[in-house]
């Protein structure tokens, strides 16, 4: 027979990020809506309870920008997605800020049910017959030969039911993607460049046009017509990006992931270099104690540096 006491001592919470043991055969989908319903509920969460649609917004963003990282870190070192294999470090990662995203649309719908508007299994039913609509050559239609002919098929579709090409792009999209998809719905309508060349011209053109803009602040010029200047080089470039298939945001991540890389190689050195000086204090040749010349030298050895021993 168990020990009654040690059945009826208080547990310890599991550590922060810990799973808590399902029931026995509780589905895991029904189980996560129990719980938020049991959160917002009259003895739930205050924190949980005060929640509103408005008040949640920023947590999507983050928790989506969260996702996006844990994606995009993996990908020098998990190698194929296609095959099979263990699970690597990523993955663990995934699954984590997979369900942070899940979390959010659970709350939202709950919020929602709560008002009588709709629950979570609308949700899903909805995209459920969103997808089978917009995959007919998968349910019941014609098949199509390849991803690009799906796509052409996807957007006749949804442009049956918009007043313009430029209809349902979230304006509140990174300025790079809203431009990209800006200028791809722009390019499947026939505006479009003749070849890449053109674009090439374009963008050399915008760069001239604000090396101008700059050169007349010094004169009086306007600075507004500068910052256009500048967005039309950056759109230019999208582009540019898009002819030759590349995905402007992602690219611009990985420049700024890999200059914070050669960045902290550089305090790295300029640490290691003050402790074989002997320097006592931390912090020896700080930033704004470098010359110019010296930063660049530093820059150059960074590019090696961090490739070879860096982040």
Same mark, same amino acid.
């Given at each position: ?6 059945? #009826? ?14 029931p026995d055969?509780?589905?895991?989908v029904e189980?996560l809506?129990?719980?938020?319903a ?18 949640l ?9 969260e ?10 070192t ?8 263990q699970p690597t ?20 719908? &709950?919020i929602?049910?709560?008002r ?30 390849n ?21 349902g ?11 990209? &998809?800006?200028s &791809?719905r ?13 674009i090439? #011209? ?8 604000f090396?101008?803009?700059i050169s ?8 507004? %017509?500068?910052?256009? %200047?500048?967005? #039309? ?5 999208? &582009?540019?990006?898009?002819? %030759? ?14 200059f914070?890389a ?5 305090? %790295? ?10 320097e006592?204090?931390?912090g ?14 530093l ?13």
């Amino acid at each position: 027979m168990a020990d009654k006491r040690k059945d #009826d001592a208080p547990q310890a919470p599991p550590p922060d990020g810990a799973e808590t043991p399902p029931p026995d055969g509780a589905d895991p989908v029904e189980r996560l809506l129990r719980v938020m319903a049991t959160l917002r509920g009259g003895e739930g969460c205050p924190w949980d309870r005060a929640q509103t649609h408005r008040s949640l917004a920023p947590f999507l963003i983050e928790e989506a920008y969260e996702l996006i990282e844990a994606i995009e870190r993996g990908d020098e070192t998990s190698g194929d997605e296609t095959g099979g294999g263990q699970p690597t470090p990523r993955d663990a990662a995934m699954r984590e800020e997979l369900g942070d995203v899940l979390l959010q649309v659970v709350f939202h719908a &709950q919020i929602a049910e709560e008002r009588g508007a709709f629950s979570f299994r609308d949700v899903a039913g909805a995209l459920a017959g969103k997808l089978e609509a917009r995959h007919p050559h998968v349910f019941g239609g014609d098949p199509l030969p390849n991803s690009a002919a799906v796509q052409d098929a996807w957007h006749r579709a949804k442009m049956k039911n918009r007043d313009s090409a430029m209809d349902g792009i979230p304006a509140a999209l990174p300025a790079l993607q809203w431009a990209n &998809q800006v200028s &791809q719905r722009a390019a499947r309508e026939g505006f479009e460049w003749n070849h890449k060349g053109e674009i090439h #011209d374009k963008a050399a053109e915008e760069l001239g046009e604000f090396r101008a803009a700059i050169s007349a602040l010094n004169d009086g010029g306007s600075r507004a %017509e500068a910052e256009m %200047e500048l967005g #039309d080089l950056l759109f230019s470039l999208v &582009q540019l990006a898009r002819w %030759e298939n590349i995905d402007p945001e992602t690219a611009l991540r990985r420049s700024t992931r890999k200059f914070i890389a050669r960045f902290r190689w550089m305090e %790295e050195a300029l640490r290691a270099r003050g402790a074989q000086d002997g320097e006592e204090q931390p912090g020896h040749q700080q930033p704004g104690r470098l010359e110019p010349g010296q930063w660049w030298a530093l820059w150059k050895e960074a590019k090696i540096g961090a490739k070879t021993g860096g982040d």
